[in-house]
C-alpha cells in the first residue's frame, strides 16, 4: 500500500459532528442518538485519536447497513437500585447506550457517592474517553470498560478466545493535568493490524500468532480481512498475542467486570468475530460494559482532592528525567487540545474518503451540500 495512506487533512472538528449528526439522522437516529454519535466522534478528533474518530464510526455504519445495529432502539433501564442499574441498548449503538450509562452513573453518584451501571445488548462504543471525560467535567472521577469480539488469545494460546477491552479511567483535578487513564488490555486491536496493512508496514511488535504455526510475525498481509467499502473497520485471521501475564490477568478480569457479573452480560467467546458484521451477525458486537462513577465531594472536601491531585501531577512531571527522556502525565497533549478550545484536528485520508462515498452512496449527502449547509447555520 502507497505511503500516502498514511496522510492527515486539517479540518474543523464542529465541521465532522455536524456531518456525523446529519448522516445518522438521515439514517433514521432521534436527536439525543445523532448528538451523542456526534459527541463521541468528535471528541476523538479532539484528543487526537484518529483511529477512534471516523475511522471508528465505520463500526456503526457496518452493523447499521447489515441490520445488526437498531437504529431506532431506545437503551432501557432494566433493573436498578440506588448505587446501581442495568442498562439493556436493545441493539443500539455503543455511543448512544455508553452516553446514558455515563450520565446515569453521574446522577446516582451525586446522591450515593459512587455508582456503577452495566449494560449489555449494545454495539461498539468507540473511545472510552468521550465518557469517563464526562464525569470530570463534573469533578467526578470514573472507570469504565466493555468486553469486544474475541481478537486476543489466552496467554500462551494460539486461538482468538478473549477481548481487547478498552480500560479508561480519570480523576478530577484543579489547574493541573487530571490522571487519565486510556489504555487496552492487550498489545493490538483490530485497528493496528488494518493501519499496518494500508500504510504497508509491520505492526509495532511480534503479536501476531500464525494460526497454523504458531510462530509470531509483525507482519499483517497474511492475515489481514479486508471487508468490502470499510476503511479502517477489518478483521484478521492470525491470533493475537497477550505478551505479559500482567496483562493477561487484567484482561482476564475485565471480563468479569463487563460480562460475567453482568446480569445481562455476553461472554467474549460468544460475542461474533467482526467479519460476522459484514452479514446478519446473531449478537451486537459488544457482549458487556460498565461505567463507574465516583463522586469525591460526598466523601469530603472537592478543594481538597483538585489540591492533592494538582500536587502529585507536578510532583511527577518534575522527575529528573533518563537521558533522552521526558516525564509527562498520560494524556497530557489530549487535555491541553481540550482545554484549548481549538476546533482544528487532524482526519486521516484513508478514513475521510470512504465516509462520504458512503454518505452520497446511502443517503445522497455530500460533502459539498454539507459544507454549505454547515456554514449557512453557523452564519
Not at 486510556?182 to 509495532?204: I, P
Not at 480481512?225 to 501475564?245: C, K, L
Not at 446480569?263 to 460475542?271: A, F, K, N
Request: hydrophobic share 40%.
Amino acid at each position: 500500500m502507497a505511503d500516502n495512506d498514511a496522510k492527515t487533512l486539517t479540518e474543523n472538528v464542529e465541521f465532522i459532528e455536524y456531518m456525523v449528526k446529519r448522516y445518522w439522522l438521515a439514517a433514521g437516529a432521534s436527536d439525543p442518538h445523532a448528538d451523542a454519535m456526534a459527541y463521541v466522534i468528535g471528541f476523538a478528533h479532539r484528543q487526537g485519536k484518529l483511529n477512534q474518530g471516523l475511522g471508528v464510526f465505520e463500526a456503526p455504519i457496518l452493523t447499521l447497513m447489515t441490520d445488526n445495529l437498531d437504529i431506532k432502539a431506545e437503551p432501557e433501564i432494566v433493573n436498578e437500585g440506588p448505587a446501581w442499574a442495568v442498562v439493556d441498548g436493545h441493539r443500539s449503538s455503543g455511543q448512544y447506550t455508553l452516553v446514558t450509562m455515563a450520565n446515569l452513573a453521574i446522577k446516582k453518584a451525586k446522591e450515593t457517592g459512587v455508582a456503577y451501571v452495566m449494560g449489555a445488548n449494545h454495539n461498539d462504543c468507540g473511545s472510552y474517553a468521550a465518557y469517563t471525560w464526562l464525569a470530570y467535567q463534573q469533578d467526578m472521577a470514573a472507570l469504565a470498560a466493555n468486553n469486544s469480539p474475541p481478537l486476543a488469545a489466552p496467554f500462551g494460546g494460539m486461538e482468538n478466545k478473549l477481548a481487547v477491552p478498552p480500560w479508561d479511567g480519570i480523576i478530577p483535578s484543579g489547574e493541573e493535568e487530571p490522571i487519565w487513564m486510556s489504555t487496552k488490555l492487550a498489545e493490538f486491536y483490530d485497528a493496528d493490524v488494518a493501519t499496518a496493512y494500508l500504510q504497508g508496514r509491520k505492526m509495532k511488535g511480534k503479536w501476531l500468532i500464525d494460526p497454523e504455526t504458531g510462530e509470531l510475525t509483525d507482519d499483517p498481509r497474511p492475515y489481514f480481512v479486508q471487508i468490502e467499502g470499510m476503511g479502517r473497520v477489518s478483521d484478521y485471521t492470525a491470533a493475537g498475542q497477550i505478551a505479559h501475564p500482567r496483562t493477561y490477568t487484567q484482561n482476564l478480569f475485565m471480563e468479569g467486570l463487563t460480562s460475567i457479573i453482568n446480569p445481562i452480560g455476553r461472554i467474549t467467546p460468544h460475542v461474533p468475530r467482526i467479519a460476522e458484521f459484514a452479514q446478519k451477525a446473531e449478537y451486537p458486537s459488544v457482549g458487556g460494559s460498565f461505567f463507574m462513577a465516583f463522586d469525591p465531594s460526598v466523601f469530603g472536601p472537592l478543594e481538597d482532592v483538585k489540591a492533592k491531585a494538582d500536587e502529585f501531577a507536578n510532583i511527577i512531571k518534575n522527575t529528573k528525567p533518563r537521558p533522552g527522556k521526558s516525564v509527562r502525565m498520560p494524556g497530557a497533549k489530549g487535555y491541553k487540545t481540550l482545554m484549548s478550545g481549538s476546533t482544528e484536528v487532524q482526519v486521516l485520508e484513508n478514513h475521510w474518503a470512504p465516509f462520504w462515498e458512503k454518505a452520497e452512496s446511502n443517503y445522497g449527502l455530500t460533502e459539498e451540500q454539507l459544507r454549505a449547509d454547515f456554514a449557512s447555520e453557523n452564519s
